[in-house]
């Protein structure tokens, strides 16, 4: 009898755990049908999935750790972080978990948290290449001025690595000290940094406007991933950008016995004060991180990749008051093609007899945009214009090409965005004088802190207008 249920027990437990481990390969056939749904970007099927296996095995780390996961993807962040809190309760030390909290934080921005968590699994794995760029870029958006007792703590405690040099590079950069950034940064250009790494170097090169270092960390990175597209195009762009500084920059030496014009010396009365010339050492700007999210539907009105100079901004001396207050003008050598900022509809056209008229009579084309607004480009070159009045046109549209103006025969398009301007006395004005300038920002400049969307006079810029539909 004893053994009889000794034979029963035996049973029921091998039972168990035949149930137990079929179980556990049912999860894991069932995960690979989830990840091919994040692969898929289906995140929202996935969460349904998720919460399906739920109801079934509600203690099961790996479908709690996807749960996280999903909901993180789905930007979730408060619901991602207390699953993720919840798997840290069961295992603290879960590199995993760690790392999936430290960039929850980070995208909720909750820098000190994700600083933390990241802190946590390097002390398990120094050598982590991934978890050391989002610290690092958990650092570079923190406060820096706390951060240098935390650096060297962390410079102590792990060693002399290459995620220490990361950071030191972005400290040092971050806190005006150009030297010690190129010297870490030059240090990718030959040796074998893991991809992450010349990554993260090309963009901060790129925030430098080192533009030869940037290709240089770039052509490394390709030659370890020669099969990826997206980074062959984003090198390409890169080299055109570098050939048209050159460009521009030989044009500036070139025309160096005409830049008189630009103090205003063929036409004083419109201009009294003068304008900067192009300066030998060009300073280009591009943006220093992927654009998370849009802060305007303008563009910069040249080709995407084009490096065009601000000559000058929102209350520029030189002629940028009153109703022009808030106006940019670039530097476009005549013949340069002008595209379309925003999409919108062509509500006047103007072509101008003479090339060198003032902003009043210039050659200029006017866009109305869906909220009223209405973006104007003047001192185009007659015969150029390729719209006309009441023809739809898309963002990054050819509109005309640059023309000489009555300040620069190096050419400059005067570009401004209006509203009505609503002053008394205006009735019998010329039309273009019942407007007013308003402050636009370029979506190509959102993430460059100094700019916030705006151009800085001095300063070259790279064009992200890449044109879309109607």
Known sequence: ????????????????????VLAQASIAADLEIFDSMIERRAYTEASLWIDEQLAIAPASEALLYRKALCEFHLKRYGLAYSITREL????????SYHNLGGSICLRAGDYPRALAHFHRSLKRNPQDADVWVNFSYAMRRSIYGSSGPYLERMNAEFGNNLGGSIVLAEFAQANGKPSKFLELARA????????????????????????PLDIALLENLQRQQPNDPALAEELARMKAAEATVK????EKRETKALSSSINGSQNATTHSRSMPSLPDAPLLVTPDRPMEAMISEYYLPFPFGQARFCVQSVDGEASHQGRSRFAIDFFAKPGTLIVSSRSGTVTKVRESGEPMDNTDYATFVEVLHSDGERSRYFHLAPDSIKVSQGQRVARGQPLGAAGQTAISKLGILHFDVVERAGFPGLRDAPPYRLWKSIPVKFNDLSHLREEAGCPIEGRWYVSQNTPMDK
């Not at 034979?7 to 137990?20: G, H, K, P």
């Not at 990718?188 to 533009?211: N, Q, T, Y």
Request: glycine fraction near 4%.
């Open 1 to 20: 009898m004893t053994q009889r249920r000794f034979i029963d027990l035996q049973t029921i437990i091998v039972s168990a755990f035949i149930s137990m």
């Open 88 to 95: 840290l309760n069961i295992r603290s030390d879960e590199i």
């Open 188 to 211: 990718g250009v030959s040796g074998a940094l893991p991809a992450p790494f010349l990554r993260r170097f090309s963009l901060l090169a790129r925030e430098m406007s080192d533009l």
């Open 247 to 250: 460009e521009l920059a030989l």
